[in-house]
T-cell receptor, first 116, second 112 residues
């Protein structure tokens, strides 16, 4: 079946502009995560959605970052007034049913964001 | 919150040798520890995981060990092959909450 997909694959924007990154999780997966991966670095947790529960936003680095998940499926990560330090690969992942033993996260291919 | 540290940051081994990557965590409540492999330009993929009720798990040439008392866990790759070259990430999570904290990654280079 189809895996996690993300769009766009690459995004180049000018400093100060807003950007939207999209994630389509695997159908039926209740959990969705956003991570940021800077060049040569690890995965930095940003936000976590689980079903209809309130999202865990504790990893968002500033109030310029926000995310939503509509209908328990597609998610959009929005970065307002982009800064050069926002340049990174943004990875989305989904998993089936956290807490039941099915914790494996399946990652999307990522969106490479470059802020000029 | 949880803090996961990973060492070494880079590791170079000869084909056929073993490779060991170590991680420590700070939150004793963490009880699920997956390892991900990320090949150049590709997405991370789960290769093995371990839960806190076991001390060791093996899958062919890969094994993971967990020491809950010391709060560290390790990835062991035996008989390394060039296709094992990649960046490996460890992570820690609270099983029921499913929030993951990742290590900074280890770049493994297996020389033919």
């Amino acid at each position: 079946g189809a895996g996690v997909s993300q769009s766009p694959s690459n995004k180049v924007t000018e400093k100060g502009k807003d950007v939207e990154l999209r994630c389509d999780p695997i159908s039926g997966h209740t959990a969705l995560y956003w991570y940021r991966q800077s060049l040569g670095q690890g995965l930095e947790f940003l936000i976590y959605f689980q079903g209809n529960s309130a999202p865990d936003k504790s990893g968002l680095p500033s109030d310029r970052f926000s995310a939503e998940r509509t209908g328990g499926s597609v998610s959009t990560l929005t970065i307002q007034r982009t800064q050069q330090e926002d340049s990174a690969v943004y990875l989305c992942a989904s998993s089936f049913a956290p807490g039941t033993g099915w914790n494996e996260q399946f990652f999307g291919p990522g969106t490479r964001l470059t802020v000029l | 919150g949880e803090n996961v540290e990973q060492h070494p940051s880079t590791l170079s081994v000869q084909e056929g040798d073993s490779a060991v990557i170590k991680c420590t965590y700070s939150d004793s409540a963490s009880n699920y520890f997956p390892w991900y492999k990320q090949e150049l330009g590709k997405r991370p993929q789960l290769i093995i995981d371990i839960r806190s009720n076991v001390g060791e798990k093996k899958d062919q040439r890969i094994a993971v060990t967990l020491n809950k008392t010391a709060k560290h866990f390790s990835l062991h790759i035996t008989e390394t092959q060039p296709e094992d070259s990649a960046v490996y990430f460890c992570a820690a999570s609270l099983y029921n909450f499913n929030k993951f904290y990742f290590g900074s990654g280890t770049k493994l280079n297996v020389k033919p």
